[in-house]
């Protein structure tokens, strides 16, 4: 009895182990069929409205922005302006204390009537020299004399005149008057404050002419700068409204290069209309410059142009290796040296080559086809020839390929076959 019980858990015992590597080998034959066969991710070559952008930052400026300063020293008596304040061309903004320069007006006054009066004298001098020296009464050198200082006196007089000059045209710089229309940005000084204009005249104002016509002053990339024009529409946002596009229009190009840290960028100036004020001056703005659009464009993704199959892959391998033995042997291989056919060196062609399936097909031989693009947004390209709406085109491989396979095992867990 015992005996025919043992033989009998023998007999389960094998025929669940022959049961169990049946299932092993054929999952195994299965997984290993599977990873054989190319599987590839597909896109369908579509149309659709296509827009290349150059972007950039820059910061949000008035269109007119005045310093308004100050040309003579001296102490912040009165302010009559202050942030935000609406200005008009020739209002007084800002007074100086002005006894230091009433003073010297007054003592340049004093200056001028002394030398007049010296000059009076130096006149009644020289005629009655002149009718002395008629009637021969007196030397030809004393009358040289008295005229030589009668031009003196003259000249005397002129000075003191410009000096009086001087001094009132300080006096009348005691007050600061707005130079243009606009809004008060920027105040700089406060009353009691001593401004000094000894090298560089101090700022005490910035006015904006009109905020209601701002400009963007974008530093645009060396490399991007060759697809910005004059007439361009940019559209940008600002950190404060996030959800809202603002638009622009580029009207300078300026040929100044900024270069900060061996990076070289050129300052392009974008109007921007500020109806409602709801751009402010030194927001940061994000531009995306539109350099070219097309409406109904032929389209295909980015990935499509970059995927090689394996094939093709060891194909290039061997012809290089090819290549380099050539090389080493001696043997020259191109078109006599020239750098290839007639493209400039440098550029870069508009052909290129795409994989193309069936439709509705995620495996099998993919060909390759020669196709022509156009503009790009960054992530979807125009096809300008080679493809027609509709076919399928590979962009990536998922199966059978030689990186590692993440596949799941029957008995749990996770097993990596490579």
Known sequence: MAKSLTSRIVKWVVVLALLGGAGCGGWWYWQSRENGTPKYQTATVSRGDLTQTVTATGQINPVVNVQVGCQISGMIQRLLADFNS????????????????QAAVRQAEGDLANARASLELAQINAKRNQELRDKDLISQADLDTSLAALHQTEASVKLKEAAMERAKVDLARCTIFSPVDGIVISRNVDVGQTVAASLNAPTLFVIANDLTKMQIDANV????????????????????????????????????????????SYDTVIAVANRDMKLRPGMTANVSVIVAQREGALKIPNSALRFRPASATADVATKSGATTANAGSGTRSGSGGKGGAGRARGERSPVRTVYVLPAGATDGDPKPVRIKTGISDGVLTEVTEGLKEGETVVTGQTVGTKSPTTTSSPFGGGMRRF
């Not at 609406?86 to 320069?101: H, M, R, S």
């Open 86 to 101: 609406i200005v008009k061309a020739g209002q007084v903004v800002a007074q100086l204390d002005p006894a230091t320069y």
């Open 221 to 264: 990339a060396e490399a991007d700068i060759g697809n910005v024009e004059v007439g361009q529409d940019a559209n940008f946002t600002v950190d404060a409204f996030p959800f809202r596009t603002f638009h622009g229009k580029v009207t300078q190009i300026r040929n100044s290069p900024i270069m900060v840290q061996n990076v070289v």
